[in-house]
Every structure is written in structure tokens, then in C-alpha cells.
């Protein structure tokens, strides 16, 4: 089953490569990885979106945890949670794609970014699902080139019960 | 006042109350060894290779329970010294190691001896650092001893780069140290504890299943008073060795792929084992999923990753086995009676019906070739009012020492378990004497593994480390000739040693005493003349080439399937009936 993991970590070199290290090292699967500093500056805040049975999760939240750079360990799964993903593609367009091409980022409220007579560069923002979609109806027309962000994530807040606060992951 | 880095090293490693540092120098540590060779606090061993430098660290950490720390180059050094790291990161042994780097201008560059030493460390050390700016080299010693010996102990690796150790900084050393990110737990969750508690009372059929976290956590004490109190048998791991009294009533030895009979058959028909410092390793459980099948299964430890990883417990501890096991006697001594005795007369009848029905066992004939476990046997006798540390390597000497040599007390079996890397045990003998130089010191090798690192009797005999090795000679590679013989039709492939050193000379070329004892009757006098000996030694003892160890699970079997002698067409071969190999140039067993 798919996991999005939130991961508070050390914001110093070598932090990636030892959380690369680790998934590679235990045979752990990494689907998507993005990392950028927090508000505070000498911390990073990683959403490591990765898959494996409840064992196989249990191990990587407590492998993590267990790294010294890192600082905190969610798996938001373990509550409700929003997560999103930025894809930028560069659609090739004939003179009669032109308007498809405009349509289709209209209804995904997409933004063109970028445009020369043969090209336009599409910014999309979604759920993977969405993004799915937009590149299946794009790719008729041309797909020069498409790069993705990976997901970033975060746990609703809860609405009434503090009950739904999710679950902070702590070290046993 | 301002200090060189080299300087600074010093000072910090004197405040860690470091008194011997494991080291070979090179180009960019120069600057540190000069500050060395001004000082007297600290004794330099010049190791004669880097890994060498490593296991002695590894043995001085093991015997005394502090950290050891080594002190290597940059590139090969860092290289040659992996093994160590490795095998300390499998057996949690707090090890700090300083590695030179080049100038912070090279690094990067492909300069003369440079390698990524805090990249090719990262996955076998617990944690590593390289030192960019002299400033910051006090606080991240401070901090390096701090990650080595806390939680569940591992190696540390500080990389210095050249220039960095002849900067100069104000010299300031913390009292403390906060990661934010590394905060072991100690104590453990009584609720849960409690839990354990009433597992044990209620239990019919409990084993206690202890390994080498009880000896780090120097939890013994803490131990033998649990199985007192509650009457249970204890099984102990590879690593758990000497953390219960090998010659207790309660002790049922070792368990595992070349445990007992009734260790293995104990935890195998237990309905409650509790696992004190253990990781339910593969030689351990054998087929993990039929490990232990009727048991709940308790399991306290430092380290929350080691629980549920291989397998499925019921009530999980976090915390120190001295800290966890204090607060559960506690417990059972206001609820323990002598109801529990009762209850588990039954278990104790099985169990010592196991002990005399495969108790261990070998046939050593009066004019035959000397049998390795006879070895091990008198080794212990003749030694064990002398309190000795025993060092081993890896293969079937390591399993028979583990089986023959009962100790009785912690922190005085040096091996290597998790890694099992053979040379371990030479270097690792020498760090333990480093530590305590008047005790007794003894390294149980096999003819292959005791080669690996051989160069290291040059630092046996210039540094005045007395070790006494006992090679178990019998020219092969014999754990690989027993799998070969067991599961490969007896096709010797690479594992017949052909020609082996005369260990005798070799240890005259050091300068050291070789002594040879070629039959039963000159065993005892031979190994008396060695342990008088004031230097170092090497005991030779030619054994027969075809012992092999039992009990033993195959890989990936059930605990209670052990195979416990040869099959039939093995036999031939112990009696010297057999087919020989190669015939040509068979001396095995006349020699």
C-alpha cells in the first residue's frame, strides 16, 4: 500500500544521501522524494512517498527515526491528509493544436507559463490522479518534454474532536 | 589561548579519558602523530594495517564496555579500515575512528590518497562527520563519543581534512551535548513492563532469550537475578555469551544454528520467550516464520527498529536491558511465590531430559588425531580460575569455543557475530590486552582465519601485547568444508588449504614463541607452557581435518530439526577410512 511520509530532518549536507542511503540499503521503495527548507532555516521538511505491507512501513518510519539528522517522523496515513503535485509540460503545437491545448489547461486550471509558436509550456497543480489525466489528454497533441515534482503533503487539521489530530509518529 | 587542530584532537580525546589509540599514520594525519609523539597521556599502538587497527579498537570496546578509538589516513587507510567499521556497526560496538582527509581545498579533486570517506562509511557507521572548519573539531569529537557509546552502541567516523588539523582555534571543550534529532530511550514503558510481568507469571513454559545488549547495557547482574527469582531457563545468543554464567544450573548455552540441544529445543516448544537484547537474527531463528511457534514473545530493547523487524512480538519494550530488567524484578519480586516452581516442574523435567538425551559431545581417541573440541575443553579447564578473555575468529573454532568455553562473566568473549569476519580475533585479543595488560588473554583461530591478520604479531611483539593464540589447524577452511561435505557432496571447492604456514616459525620470523602440540598426550603441557609464556605465542595444534560442528540447523530450518552428528557417509571420513583429499598430497591425517 502507497505511504506518504513527512520527514523533519537536519537542514546540512549529506541529510539526502543518508535517507537515500537508507531505502536503497534496506530495499526500501521511494515512488517520489521532495525536500526544501522550512520556515525555519536549519531544518528541511522531506514528503517521501513510498509503498510496502504494514511491516515493510513500520520499518521505514522506525529506520528514519532512528537516523540522527532526523528530527520527526509522520506517516500521514495514519490520519486524513492533503497532498499535491506540480507537473510543468511542454506540449508541441501545431497552428491547429493551438486552442485544444488552451482548452485542456482550461479545464484542469492550468497555466500556460511559457509559449513560442510551436510549444506551450503548461503548469499543473493536483493530485496525482489529475495530473494523470491532463498528461493523457496532452499526449495526443505532442509531449515535448514533462517534469513533476513529486507529492508534498500535509495532515488536515481536524474540524471539531482533537481526536482526529493525527497521529504524531513518536520514537518508542 | 589557540590551539592546532592536531592539538585540539588530543586534548579532546584526553578529556574522553581515552588512554590508547589504535593508529597507522600517512601523509594527512602527519601533523596529529607529530602531536602524539610529543605527549604521554595517550599510548600509541602502531598497528602494522588498518584493519588491524580497527578490531583492536573493537576488542578494547568489548572488554572494557568504553569506547575504542583508532586513528587512520585518508584513502586506504579509510578503505582498509571499513571491515572494522562494519563489524562494529553489525555488533554494536562503540568505536570511534578518525580518519585524515585531504585539504579541504583538494577535496573532490581526485587529489593523492583521497577517497569519500564519510560516503563510503555512511552505511556502516552509526553516524559520521567531516570536520570543515578547525572551530567546529571539539564539539563534533564531543559529540562523536557522545552518538558512540549512547542508545545501542556503534562506530562513529570523524574524517579530518589535512588542513583542518594544523588550524588553529580557540580550544573549548562542552560539558554536554543536545542533538535534537537523537534522543535515546532508557527507561522503558511500564505499562508494558508490567505486561511482561504477568507473562512470566502466568507462563508454563518460559525461556529467557538474551544477547549481547545485556553485556553493553551490563545488565548481568540484572539478569541472573531475573532467572533466579522466576526459575527460567536462559538461552543465550552468540553475542550473549558470558552475559549469564555459562556453568549456572539455569544456563542452557548457546542457542542458535550450533546451539545446544535444549537451548534450541527450549525456545523452540516455549510458550513465552523473552528476548532481552537480541535482534532475532537468521542464525538465531532459522525459518523465522516457524521460529518459536507456540511462544508469546516479549522483546526489550534499545532500539525500536530491532523490534518487529524479523518478526511478530507481543509486548515490545523500548529501553535499556539494565534499566527495563530492574524495573521488571521489581515487579516479580512482590508477586513471585513458589507457585511458579510448581507450575513449571514439567518444563524443567523436559528440559533436562533434552540436556542428557544430546548433551554436546566428541570422541577423542587416545593415539588419534587431537580433536578440536578437546582443544577447547582443556583450554577452559586449565584457564578458567585465571578469568581469561577469549578472542575468536570466524568458522567452526569460533562455534566450538562458543559451545566449550563456559564463561562466567561478561565482556570477556571477544567475536565477531554479525559480520563474521574472520581475522577478527587476533587484533581484537590485542585491543582487550591493550586495555588490561596483566590479565589473560586468549585468541582461538582456525589455520585460514588467523592469517588474515597475521602482520599484526609485529605489533603484538613491539607493543608487549602477551596474547596467547591457539590455532585450530586443521588445513581447511572448515565451516566451508562442513557445508561442502553436508551440502555440496563433499566437493572441496577452494576449501582445502593445500599448504599452511609452519606456525611455529612464523611466530619465531616476529619474534615471538611458537610452540606445536601433535598429540592428545602433549596438549595440557603445551598449552600450560604457552599461557606461562610472558610474550606473545602461537600454539600450533594440527586437528583432525574432518571434525565438524553439532549440533546444527541448516540454513533455514526449524530449531528443533538439528542435524546432531554426521550423516553415515561422513562417518567414514572420522575414522580416516574415507576417501581423503587430494589423495596426492593427503598428510592430513598422518601428518
Known sequence: MEHIISVTVENKFGVLSRIAGLFSGRGFNIESLSVAPTLDPSMSQMTIVTSGDERIVEQIVKQLNKLIDVIKVVDLNESDFVSRETALIKVHTRQEDRAEALRIADIFRANVIDSTPSTYTIEVTGDPR???????????????????????AVAREPLRSAAAQPKKVARE | MKLTGAEIFIECLKR?????????????????????????????????????????????????????????TSGPGMTNVITALADAYMDSVPLVCFSGQVPTSLIGNDAFQEADNVGLSRPCTKYNFLVKDVNELASTIKEAFYIATTGRPGPVLVDIPKDVSMDKAEFTYPNSVSIRGYNPTYEGNKWQIKQAA????????????????????????????????????????????????GEHPLSMGMMGMHGTYQANMAVHYADLVVAIGARFDDRVTGKVSEFCPYAKIVHIDIDPTSIRKNIHVDIPIVGDCKAVLRELIQILKA?????????????????REWERAHPLTYQQEKDGPIKPQHVIKRLYELTKDRDPIVSTDVGQHQMWAAQYFKLAKPNRWLTSGGLGTMGFGFPAAMGAQAAFPGRLVLCVAGDGSVQMNMQEMATAVVSKLPVKIIVLNNRFHGMVRQWQDLFYEGRYASSYLDTTPDFVKLAEAYGARGLRASKVGDLDGILKEAI???????????????????????AGGCNHEMILEDPPELKQKQTGAGKVVPEDKDTILTA
Request: negative net charge.
Open chain 1, 130 to 152: 489529475k495530473i494523470e489525466a491532463i498528461i493523457n489528454l496532452l499526449q495526443p497533441l505532442g509531449i515535448k518534454e514533462l517534469t513533476r515534482t513529486g507529492r508534498v
Open chain 2, 16 to 72: 574522553e579519558g581515552v588512554k590508547t589509540l589504535f593508529a597507522l599514520p600517512g601523509g594527512v594525519v602527519l601533523k596529529i602523530f607529530d602531536m602524539l609523539h610529543q605527549q604521554k597521556d595517550i599510548d600509541v599502538i602502531l598497528t602494522r594495517h588498518e584493519q588491524g587497527a580497527g578490531h583492536m579498537a573493537e576488542g578494547y570496546a568489548k572488554a572494557t564496555g568504553k569506547a575504542g578509538v583508532c586513528l587512520v
Open chain 2, 198 to 245: 504477568e507473562a512470566i507469571m502466568k507462563a508454563k513454559k518460559p525461556v529467557l532469550y538474551v544477547g549481547g545488549g545485556v553485556v553493553f547495557s551490563g545488565a548481568s547482574q540484572e539478569l541472573i537475578e531475573l532467572a533466579e527469582l522466576t526459575q527460567i531457563p536462559v538461552d543465550m545468543t552468540l553475542m550473549g555469551l558470558g552475559a549469564f554464567p
Open chain 2, 335 to 351: 508477586t513471585v511465590n513458589g507457585e511458579q516452581k510448581e507450575l513449571r516442574k514439567a518444563w524443567w523435567d523436559q528440559i
Open chain 2, 532 to 554: 606461562a609464556a610472558n610474550g606473545p605465542v602461537i600454539v600450533d595444534v594440527p586437528t583432525h581435518p574432518y571434525e565438524n560442528v553439532y549440533p546444527m540447523i541448516p
